[in-house]
T-cell receptor
Framework: AQSVTQLGSHVSVSEGALVLLRCNYSSSVPPYLFWYVQYPNQGLQLLLKYTSAATLVKGINGFEAEFKKSETSFHLTKPSAHMSDAAEYFCAVKSGNTGKLIFGQGTTLQVKP | EAGVAQSPRYKIIEKRQSVAFWCNPISGHATLYWYQQILGQGPKLLIQFQNNGVVDDSQLPKDRFSAERLKGVDSTLKIQPAKLEDSAVYLC?????????????FGPGTRLTVL
């Protein structure tokens, strides 16, 4: 069965600093992986998805993630944090053929001025 | 393109009362999902519809939760009777299909508080 683990429920960075949010997955088949962002009182918005075309995936708002099969990881990065990046971030893996997503427990990103 | 619509946005009820949530997916999306997001956790799938048929309801507490998607468009999720542990955000999502890397589009959610 597929699963994801997000390391660190809270991450705090200074504005302009590197953002690194960690995600490890477990899957018996080639995984379909996603990162979603959730702003307060809003639904989830797709940041990026792993399509197997390239191991480095670029998403919206300057975020990118690198798929590393040997490490079963799909960490999310952004070179320079902005105050508007403060939100909850979820890593997810698609489960089976039904299309449902299995989410990690989420990481809250705090950006300090 | 209009997004996924949900109502109400907030609901407060007493335990043992009943409550219903409504979702209108993006036009043309055949697949509709209801997720439960408890505070501090990631969303968990409750039920998935393909058109008006149920694909997966393995994690739906069927003694108190029910859902329907009449005519393969709008959907309603009901809880009767509600328990304290049902306090959560209920998210509706839709997608064109289930295969490949299809994106799920999420609504704003309904925040339920059970007192």
């Amino acid at each position: 069965a597929q699963s994801v683990t997000q390391l660190g429920s809270h991450v705090s960075v200074s504005e302009g600093a590197l953002v690194l949010l960690r995600c490890n997955y477990s899957s018996s088949v080639p995984p379909y992986l996603f990162w979603y962002v959730q702003y307060p009182n809003q639904g989830l918005q797709l940041l990026l998805k792993y399509t197997s075309a390239a191991t480095l995936v670029k998403g919206i708002n300057g975020f990118e993630a690198e798929f590393k099969k040997s490490e079963t990881s799909f960490h999310l990065t952004k070179p320079s944090a902005h105050m508007s990046d403060a939100a909850e971030y979820f890593c997810a893996v698609k489960s089976g053929n039904t299309g449902k997503l299995i989410f990690g427990q989420g990481t809250t990103l705090q950006v300090k001025p | 393109e209009a997004g996924v619509a949900q109502s109400p946005r907030y609901k407060i009820i007493e335990k043992r009362q009943s409550v219903a949530f409504w979702c209108n997916p993006i036009s043309g999306h055949a697949t509709l999902y209801w997720y439960q997001q408890i505070l501090g956790q990631g969303p968990k799938l409750l039920i998935q519809f393909q058109n008006n048929g149920v694909v997966d309801d393995s994690q739906l507490p069927k003694d108190r939760f029910s859902a329907e998607r009449l005519k393969g468009v709008d959907s309603t999720l009901k809880i009767q009777p509600a328990k304290l542990e049902d306090s959560a955000v209920y998210l509706c999502a839709s997608s064109e299909r289930t295969s490949g890397y299809n994106e799920q589009f999420f609504g704003p959610g309904t925040r339920l508080t059970v007192l």
